[in-house]
């Protein structure tokens, strides 16, 4: 075995194969499709959105933000319903998604995504949620 103390993309790959073989064998292949949603500035540049990975039907949002200047304006929702629509479209079952206690639960929930789990002191005096919404 060995540590290595900085890890990058050919080190999670060589990970992943195996691992990405064993699940395929165990339930069939699987498209693995990456999703951006972009929100951007005038001038282009991109200031926030959300990224996720379609996998078994399912979407993971993994990232979304809007920037501070831009919240209360309906952004996130948009950007949720639009990956909803893209889980649609892409024939997925549902979404899935996690958040910390002091990030954005209260929103998802308004948005109809329900809590499966939860980690408390992650990060420590904080917890990790774990939620889904089921479209078809």
Known sequence: ?????????????????????FNDAAVGPTERHPIAILIRADDGAIVGGLW???????????????????????????????????????????LWLDTFSFQARGFYEKLGYGCFGRIDDYPPGEARFFLSKRIS
């Open 52 to 94: 996720g990975m379609v996998s078994y039907r399912w979407l993971f949002v993994q990232y979304l933000v809007v920037p501070a200047s831009m919240r209360g304006h309906g952004h996130g929702s948009a950007l949720m319903l639009a990956a909803e629509c893209e889980a649609k479209r892409l024939d997925c079952v549902g």
């Open 1 to 21: 075995m060995e540590v290595v103390a900085a890890p990058g993309d050919l080190e999670r790959d060589a990970i992943l194969a195996p691992l990405v073989a």
